[in-house]
């Protein structure tokens, strides 16, 4: 419960900064954190399959 909270304290100051960022800006960063967390979720995957196997 205190990580939700955390982390909708941290939304809220993300959005406010983003609320005052120019537009190439914004659209950079959320390429940048949409890449991130694909390459996470991938090598999520791929470290479970290889887990689960033994």
Do not use: K
């Amino acid at each position: 419960m205190l990580f939700l909270v955390a982390a909708l304290l941290l939304f809220g100051a993300v959005l406010g900064t983003v609320a005052h960022a120019p537009f190439a800006f914004t659209a950079v960063a959320a390429a940048v954190i949409a890449a991130w967390l694909g390459i996470f979720a991938l090598r999520e995957r791929h470290a479970r399959r290889n887990s689960s196997a033994h």
